[in-house]
């Protein structure tokens, strides 16, 4: 695949990076990655992903914009209030790089089935979702279908961010937080509140942290999960293992 003029210029700082080249860049153009929503992590997400050029980027979200949101959704505006959020998002991102190709999904996700569905169709999965359902409905999808996932949460001033992929003996979602009931016991950012930029910079991460995995480069987050405190502004790695019980992934897990 040759290179337009006008894509050497957009790329161009990624080209002359010795780890990405017009090879990583290509491959990024025929990679693709599906978002678990368009929120307050998924949109830093998207802006990243769709800027450095990934090919196919899905979106999956049944929220419309509300004035609440724009604090961090920063993929909508003022604008787009009381539109589907999945709508709002392909505009921004097609208007900031219309190589791409943006498929919108305005769904929920609450089964098993839909989720596979969905997920088979995709490279990655970047799970921003709000709730531990969906979280761990994602996680047991990309593990039954061997699919990455990078997966991130904020609430207040705190982040977090880990990475499962097949064919390594890292913890899966399920492994870390197998109790949905205790978890569910927390309160939701509308009830908790959450910094705004605190979504950005995780977010930024979990697009960083994608990217590395599609371009294949760098160290990855799998085995490790990262805990962010932006009061204190310190982060910390905490290296974690798979549960041989987990009812998602412990079998094969346990074999890695």
């Known amino acids: 695949m040759e290179f337009t003029e006008e894509q050497i210029q957009r790329y161009s700082r990624h ?24 929120g307050g992590l998924g949109s830093p997400v998207a802006l990243y992903l769709a800027a450095a050029g990934v090919g196919r980027i899905g979106i999956i ?19 787009d209030i009381g539109d589907l959020k999945v709508r709002s998002a392909a505009h921004t991102l097609t208007a900031l790089n219309p190589d ?9 996700l609450d089964r098993s089935e839909q989720a596979e569905k969905l997920i088979a169709n ?53 492994c870390l937080f197998p109790e949905q009931g205790q978890m569910e016991e927390g309160m ?15 977010g930024t991460l979990q697009a960083t942290e994608a990217l590395k995995e599609l371009l294949g480069i760098g160290d990855s987050m799998a085995g490790r999960l990262m805990m ?29």
């Open 15 to 38: 080209i002359l990076l010795p780890e990405v080249g017009g090879a990583g860049q290509i491959r990024l153009r025929h990679s693709s990655v599906l978002l678990i929503g368009a």
């Open 100 to 108: 791409i190709h943006i498929e919108t999904h305005e769904l929920r």
């Open 228 to 256: 962010w405190d932006a009061l204190a502004m310190r982060f910390n790695m905490i290296r974690t293992h798979p549960d041989p019980t987990c009812q998602a992934c412990g079998g094969a897990a346990a074999k890695g």
């Open 122 to 174: 995709y490279d990655l999965v970047c799970d921003g979702s709000d709730n531990f359902g969906t979280r761990y409905l994602v996680n047991d999808a990309c593990v039954a279908l061997g699919k990455t996932l990078v997966s991130a949460a904020v609430q207040r001033f705190e982040g977090q961010l880990m990475t499962w992929k097949p064919g390594c003996a890292c913890a899966c979602y399920r």
């Open 61 to 79: 979200d049944n929220d419309r914009v509300e004035l609440s949101n724009l604090q961090r959704q920063v993929v909508h505006g003022t604008a």
């Open 188 to 202: 939701s950012c509308s009830e908790a509140g959450v910094f705004g930029a605190v979504t950005g910079v995780m």
